[in-house]
């Protein structure tokens, strides 16, 4: 195991990236797991914390599993094994308004009295506690990259090195600590690794505001 928890690997996170501290960087957090890290990392480096919601598509007979993703605009990312998982377009089509109706949700609950962030002109880093297939990652990078950021990094602790491949085109920097070949699932990087519920998510972010 490589993190005793999300703080932990937020702090050594932080470590790698104390080259932005002072330049007022925006820590975007993908939700739910990520919201305590990058609260922890903006802190640091004396950053704005916010959220990006992006919702993985997941695959037929199996949730957990991403296919794909897609954004708060509705872009949609598909994954080039997404048909051979057993997902149609008009599976797609169908997953990809139930997720979008759950960021809609999620949107109205974590920023109920102000819109996001502006992200343009700015170096922005998005965290998240581990990427497995980088799907949602990846829609993430590139509704900020839309926006007009300065610099765009991606932060993470852990993901395979094909992942990591995969997500370093939509961003300029990745920030990984560990690359394991023997990756299976991101829980299994870590000692401790319980659920974000909602209720922690809008508290962190009320006090950010």
């Known amino acids: 195991m490589s993190f005793n928890n999300r703080i932990d690997a937020a702090d050594q996170l932080a470590a790698k990236l ?3 501290r002072g330049q007022h960087p925006l820590v975007l957090a993908i939700p739910r797991g990520a919201v305590p890290m990058a609260k922890r990392i903006a802190e640091t480096l004396q950053g704005d914390l916010d959220v990006v919601l992006v919702r993985k598509l997941g695959a037929p007979y199996n949730a957990e599993f991403a296919v794909g993703s897609v954004d708060e605009s509705g872009w949609t990312y598909v ?3 997404a048909s051979s998982a057993g997902a149609t377009p008009a599976y797609i089509e169908q997953e990809k308004t139930r997720q979008m ?3 809609r949700k999620r949107r109205a609950q974590y920023t109920p009295i102000r819109p996001p962030i502006d992200p343009a ?3 922005v880093i998005v965290v998240d506690d581990g990427l497995a297939t980088g799907a949602t990652m990846i829609s993430a990078l590139h509704s900020l990259r839309a926006k007009s950021t300065a ?3 991606c932060a993470v602790p852990v993901a395979p090195p094909e992942t990591i491949e995969k997500v370093a ?3 300029d920097e990745v920030v990984c600590l560990e690359t394991p070949y023997d990756f299976r699932a991101v829980g299994q990087f ?3 690794f319980p659920q974000v519920e909602d209720e ?3 508290e962190i972010l009320k006090q950010a505001t």
Do not use: A, Q
């Open 101 to 103: 109706e759950t960021m």
């Open 190 to 192: 870590y000692r401790e």
């Open 151 to 153: 610099k765009l990094i």
């Open 200 to 202: 922690e998510v809008i």
């Open 79 to 81: 994954s080039e094994y």
């Open 121 to 123: 002109g700015r170096i």
């Open 169 to 171: 085109g939509y961003c």
């Open 18 to 20: 104390s080259p932005y």
